[in-house]
């Protein structure tokens, strides 16, 4: 019954609308109706701009941490942090708040990391801001860092860890799927930070 309650409160901490509420009570917009379309973080970058964005990206990685925490709350076994947290992650792409539509999970699936394994978060998180900063790409971002952190958990021996991360991976690849497309086209948009951005903004201001 604990396991139960711990599962529908990550949810419904998970649905938390970061993005549609940051739109709606400081911009007055429905990021559904902008950039992308997608009510998660780097379309918050893009249409919020980098201290909007920034702030709907600490505190979705916070829904995946109090969420993942759960069942540390309820004196359950430490290893139910991974798969509770997953919960949270279904809430943030499946929102009751929003209909069932939500974000892809990047910065939620963080959270859980940072609840379960602050020093991989961290090495994680170095790696994910290293690259937005290179290539002004969110999406090339999540999608290696993701992937570093599924091939960094087997070097540590902990099976639900990689379970879960091969879990975690798939989902946000499938959310990413759009982005893929884009990417392979070379038509992926940039966030308003970073190299790329900067070297983009240069072409135009010498136009």
């Not at 604990?2 to 419904?12: F, G």
């Not at 970058?45 to 709350?73: E, H, W």
């Not at 999970?105 to 959270?111: E, L, M, N, P, Q």
């Not at 900063?133 to 290696?144: I, R």
Request: charged content about 10%.
């Amino acid at each position: 019954m604990k396991l139960l309650i711990c599962a529908i409160l990550a949810y419904l901490i998970g649905s938390f609308p970061t993005a549609y509420l940051v739109g709606k009570i400081f911009f007055h917009k429905n990021i559904f109706e902008y950039g992308s379309g997608n009510v998660g973080t780097t379309n918050a970058y893009r249409v919020f701009g980098k201290y909007a964005g920034t702030l709907v990206l600490i505190i979705d990685i916070l829904k995946g941490t109090l969420g993942a925490l759960m069942p540390v709350f309820f004196r359950l076994d430490h290893h139910w942090v991974l798969f509770v947290g997953i919960c949270a992650v279904i809430g943030h792409c499946f929102s009751i708040f929003l209909k069932f539509r939500g974000g892809k999970a990047v910065a939620t699936s963080a959270g859980i990391l940072l609840a379960y394994n602050p020093l991989l978060f961290t090495i994680c998180f170095i790696v994910l801001a290293t690259i937005v900063y290179v290539t002004s790409m969110v999406s090339v971002a999540s999608l290696t860092t993701v992937l570093f952190f599924t091939i960094a958990s087997l070097f540590l021996h902990d099976w639900i860890l990689s379970t879960v991360a091969a879990i975690v991976t798939v989902i946000i690849y499938v959310r990413h799927i759009p982005n893929i497309k884009r990417l392979l086209k070379g038509k992926e948009n940039l966030v308003p930070i970073g190299l790329q951005y900067k070297k983009q903004q240069a072409k135009k201001n010498q136009k």
